[in-house]
Nanobody, 118 residues
Framework: QVQVVDTGGDLVQPGGSLRLSCVVSGRIFRVNVMGWYRQVPDKERELVATITNGGKTTYQNSVKGRFTISSNAKNTVYLQMNSLKPEDTAVYYC?????????????WGQGTQVTVSS
């Protein structure tokens, strides 16, 4: 089974920075795309940023220029968040989409709380 573990959420003041980390483990043939999503109560989970196996990135418009998604040689993805705003407050979830011995898998981390408040 594939495990997705996301960490790094914290309480931070407006204008501050945080870096979220996501580690994926298990039998993986290929990582197609990994991403960060966020969700607030009573709203649908929304895309924040994604990165493909080839390194292409996408961002929600509201975070462009402030957030950066990246990955290393291991199955680890980061979300560097700068110039944080109160509206960035949400539970952030790491998402894995890829191929396993059992077929395509779309899997989520447990979520990590980011709170931006003065």
């Amino acid at each position: 089974q594939v495990q997705v573990v996301d960490t790094g959420g914290d309480l931070v003041q407006p204008g501050g920075s945080l870096r979220l980390s996501c580690v994926v483990s298990g039998r993986i043939f290929r990582v197609n795309v990994m991403g960060w999503y966020r969700q607030v109560p009573d709203k649908e989970r929304e895309l924040v940023a994604t990165i493909t196996n080839g390194g292409k990135t996408t961002y929600q418009n509201s975070v462009k220029g402030r957030f950066t998604i990246s990955s290393n040689a291991k199955n680890t993805v980061y979300l560097q968040m700068n110039s944080l705003k109160p509206e960035d407050t949400a539970v952030y979830y790491c998402n894995f989409k890829g191929e396993t011995p059992y077929g395509f898998l779309d899997s989520w981390g447990q979520g990590t709380q980011v709170t931006v408040s003065s």
